[in-house]
């Protein structure tokens, strides 16, 4: 993959035919197609940048993953739960939405793109991105299946920056593998959406086959990510030991279909008064943590905190394993929205991010987030797990242990559970299950 260097015009088109920018009118520092398309209409935009007349520069990549990853994600991850609401179910994938935020930053500037990179906690913005790339293509191929997918749609009317070709448009394919698309948001909303509902289908698996695009007439970028991801255990459940038992939710018991699973042994760990097991999928590259009280009497939100998870994230990763008599888990499905997610990044810390103070000149004057969505959907059965969840950026202008006797791990109250990739230690999704 190669960099190019200042470039003479950048040229939109949704016609895929065309070679270079044909019948056009300036607008700003972009050039716009106006003529009518002979060939087929699509949105894909194959190159935004004239290469004939530019300078070829290579762009660096890691060579191997390094715990930048894990400590900037995970830490995100914990900020944007402790400002969840806590009474209610949680599940959300803290790795797209740093991911569409790290893709906004691209174009940020000033104050704003120092607020960005303080909340996610980015240290060195090169091997972030370098990171980034390399943990996307060590994860494409094999079991588990993880799919990663970025896009920006931008409005045909929009005036890119004269640096749009460097700041955003290279970096972006390159680390992000983002595809850019061409769209009409003002004058075919409808169409709009419905190309951006198909996408997030597709790159999704059709797990979220329903989402419903908040983009509108006043949209003139659009930035997404979408993560799927599919593993079955590695130990699996039998159906034919699926039963009706009790879940002590908070609000009230809840009679739920309880898989379980009988001498087994498993990684685990406790931690000042809560405990955690890992139930690795397919390899044992991903695994999904369960945390929990240790004490049947306590409250989740009580006992739990950042510091502890990671604790037993760190005591899970020295592989003690702990034989279990009985293990039961229920099983559930969940399709959450993140509401309050902008509220929870300004909170954070970024803040002039979605005021006029925003700075977004890396790809057009004027610009400000004007609204962020996170949707994630699990389900989880005898089999494996099934996980998928989509972020939505709006822009607009302005070692085996001896066992103990009896010893049981009962999921039959309130906990959280991450779908955690063990190579890295980087957190893929974040869930809480109060009620049942």
């Not at 929870?344 to 006029?356: E, P, R, T, V, Y």
Request: one cysteine or more; hydrophobic letters at 40%.
């Amino acid at each position: 993959m190669k960099r190019f260097a200042k470039t003479a015009a950048v040229c939109l088109s949704a016609v895929m035919a065309l070679s270079g920018c044909g019948n056009a009118e300036k607008t700003g520092a972009a050039t716009v197609e106006t003529g009518e398309p002979t060939e087929e209409v699509s949105t894909e935009v194959p190159s935004m940048a004239e290469e004939t007349e530019a300078e070829e520069v290579d762009l660096p990549k890691a060579d191997a993953l390094d715990d930048t990853l894990k400590k900037s994600i995970n830490a995100f991850n914990w900020k944007l739960y402790e400002n969840a609401d806590e009474e209610s179910n949680l599940f959300y994938s803290p790795y797209s939405i740093a991911s569409a935020v790290a893709l906004a930053d691209l174009g940020a500037k000033g104050t704003t793109k120092t607020e960005i990179e303080s909340v996610l906690g980015i240290e060195d913005l090169q091997n972030f991105e370098e990171q980034i790339k390399l943990f996307a293509e060590k994860k494409k191929s094999g079991e588990p299946k993880i799919t990663i997918a970025n896009s920006i749609w931008i409005d045909k009317s929009l005036a890119l920056s004269g640096d749009f070709n460097d700041t955003f448009e290279l970096p972006a394919k390159f680390y992000f593998d983002g595809e850019l698309k061409s769209v009409d948001f003002k004058n075919d909303t409808e169409n709009a959406q419905n190309e951006i509902n198909k996408w997030v289908a597709d790159k999704t698996d059709d797990l979220i086959s329903d989402y419903r695009s908040s983009a509108d007439e006043n949209t003139v970028a659009d930035i997404m990510n979408a993560i799927y991801f599919y593993g079955e255990w590695q130990s699996k459940f039998s159906a034919e030991d699926t039963r009706k038992e009790y879940f002590n939710s908070e609000k009230n018991p809840a009679e739920v279909d309880m898989m379980h699973m009988e001498n087994a042994a498993f990684e685990y760990a406790e931690s000042d008064g809560l405990k955690a097991i890992a139930l690795p999928y397919s390899d044992g590259s991903i695994q999904m943590d369960i945390i929990m009280t240790a004490d049947e009497s306590s409250k989740l939100k009580d006992v739990w905190s950042a510091e502890k998870a990671d604790e037993l994230y760190k005591a899970l990763d020295e592989e003690n394993y702990q034989t279990f008599s009985k293990i039961a888990l229920p099983k559930f499905q969940m399709d959450e929205n993140f509401d309050g997610l902008k509220e929870a990044l300004m909170a954070m810390g970024m803040k002039s991010a979605f005021g006029n103070d925003a700075d977004f000149s890396g790809i057009a004057d004027s610009l400000a987030i004007s609204g962020i969505k996170h949707r994630a959907k699990v389900e989880v059965d005898e089999e494996g797990s099934k996980a998928a969840a989509v972020t939505e950026m709006m822009m607009e202008t302005t070692a085996m242990l001896e066992p103990e006797d009896n010893k049981e791990f009962i999921v039959d109250r309130p906990f959280i559970f991450t779908i955690r990739d063990k190579e890295s230690g980087v957190i893929l999704f974040t869930g809480r299950v109060n009620n049942l």
